[in-house]
């Protein structure tokens, strides 16, 4: 067996700095320029919600926790490297360096170990732990982030060997989206994904796990303090899926009517950070959240917007998908992810400088076939070409036969995209020739915004129009 270490020194931190940083700061620069008083008020609020280090009311000892919250501050990295080439291993762990730093915590040191899979019961082997031990006392970390997800035993086992908090992928994943979830929907499906991961890892203080309750009808063998916590939580998860539930009824009845006025979705998909917030913004104005930072927005933003014939059509801006997005936020953002199912047509957006843009392309292709999205017609829309690669530019042009090359920074190639999206809008399927009374200019102009005008003329008793229209329209229009 061997094993790699890499500590925060030169390549590390020169490419944290490349993943976190580099150009995409402009792209926020730019967006505030755009727009200096909406600029992001947003932004201002998220960084001053940033962790504090040295602020921290938990215990020192984290075996005496029973409840704990993430406090994520100095932190070691810890991956296993199972199967794929060392860029491959080493590009994960700069992912999970980047999502230590969006949750906003300082990466001391990373180490990595080749292993045929997982220890089974330290995540790790033996010589690593104590190697990890050695870098927490060093660097005076206080959490040890794991680049995979750990079985409750895992945890337990790690903590007591390493002597400080150690936390997996999913648990940081899922601390991000409770910091930058907005909307009471967002919150409650976040809390939801929180306590489908918390539950099968609840601890006790010892004694407190033989507990029983007090009083008339609590003697005997009763329920454990464990027990009670774990159906309390049974109960809260219960209720925040009525919950999300019923906020789905509100998502449903917009998308219903927008199918009932045959009114085309499309959804802007794609990896964190890769740029869809950006590109909406580029292509609507919609002033949504741009930051470089990891699953940055949310909650779904719908924008609409009009063709350059005049056909309405609707752009969806969704959550950012992530290699080995915990199975808790795809259950919990269900209704949300459904934005892109449901939808007419995918922008599926590839960060071009990202190192693996291609392993992004399949992450995504992944989660969105999970959602039951695989066989929705998709564009490839490889963003940030002005500071990408031109070889991996042209690789990617070639083995992707619908991709574009854009900038939603600076514009390149938009054009291009946006015409590429007209012609890929689901054509309306039913002919008219008709003549329309001028007192029903309602329907002109909903034969403008929904159909496809093949002839327009105007006669005096009324507007004759040669269009491809929607049957619900179509049945409108012969009722006069």
Same mark, same amino acid.
């Given at each position: 067996?061997?094993?790699? !270490? ?110 045929? !899979? ?11 732990? !104590? ?151 580029? $292509? ?44 808790? $936020? ?88 946006? !015409? ?59 009722? $006069?």
């Amino acid at each position: 067996m061997s094993d790699s !270490k890499f500590d925060k020194d030169e390549s590390l931190e020169i490419d944290i700095d490349t993943l976190i940083r580099e150009n995409a700061q402009a792209v926020a620069d730019y967006e505030l320029s755009e727009n200096p008083e909406s600029s992001n008020q947003d932004l201002q609020d998220r960084q001053a919600l940033r962790r504090i280090s040295g602020l921290s009311t938990e215990l020192q000892d984290v075996s005496d926790a029973e409840y704990r919250q993430l406090r994520l501050e100095k932190v070691v990295l810890v991956g296993v490297w199972t199967q794929g080439s060392a860029q491959d291993a080493d590009n994960s762990l700069k992912e999970l360096a980047a999502l230590a730093e969006t949750a906003g915590s300082q990466v001391m040191e990373a180490l990595i170990q080749r292993r045929d !899979k997982p220890d089974s019961a330290t995540f790790i082997g033996s010589g690593k732990v !104590k190697e990890v031990r050695e870098a927490v006392v060093a660097t005076g970390a206080d959490t040890v982030v794991c680049d995979g997800e750990l079985s409750p035993a895992q945890l337990r086992t790690l903590e007591q060997k390493v002597k400080v908090k150690v936390i997996d992928r999913t648990a940081l994943i899922l601390d991000i989206f409770a910091q930058h979830a907005k909307s009471r929907e967002g919150k409650a499906q976040v809390e939801l994904a929180q306590m489908s991961y918390m539950l099968p890892r609840l601890r006790g203080w010892g004694d407190s796990l033989s507990r029983q309750a007090g009083g008339i009808g609590g003697r005997g063998p009763g329920e454990t303090k464990i027990e009670t916590d774990r159906r309390r939580i049974n109960d809260k998860m219960s209720k925040l899926r009525r919950e999300i539930k019923d906020m789905k009824i509100s998502r449903d009845t917009k998308r219903n009517e927008r199918r009932r006025n045959n009114i085309p979705s499309v959804a802007i998909a794609g990896y964190t950070n890769a740029g869809k917030s950006s590109l909406l913004n580029r $292509l609507t104005g919609a002033d949504v959240l741009v930051e470089n930072a990891l699953f940055a927005t949310l909650d779904p933003t719908v924008r609409k917007t009009e063709s350059t014939d005049g056909r309405i059509f609707t752009l969806v801006d969704t959550v950012g998908f992530v290699r080995h997005l915990p199975h808790q $936020l795809v259950e919990a953002f269900k209704s949300t992810l459904e934005e892109v199912s449901e939808s007419d047509l995918i922008v599926h957006v590839v960060d071009g400088a990202h190192p693996d843009p291609q392993e992004q392309l399949r992450a995504v292709r992944q989660v969105i076939d999970e959602i039951g999205g695989g066989e929705i017609a998709e564009i490839i829309a490889i963003n940030k070409a002005d500071i990408a690669a031109p070889e991996v530019l042209m690789e990617l042009l070639r083995k992707e036969s619908n991709a574009y090359a854009i900038s939603a920074r600076t514009g390149y190639g938009v054009e291009t995209l946006v !015409k590429a999206i007209e012609s890929a809008l689901p054509k309306p399927k039913v002919e008219i020739n008709v003549v329309i009374p001028f007192s029903r200019g309602d329907l002109v102009s909903a034969v403008h915004e929904q159909g496809e005008i093949i002839s327009e003329e105007y006669l005096p008793e009324g507007t004759r129009l040669h269009a491809m229209v929607g049957g619900a329209l179509a049945k409108k229009i012969e009722m $006069l």
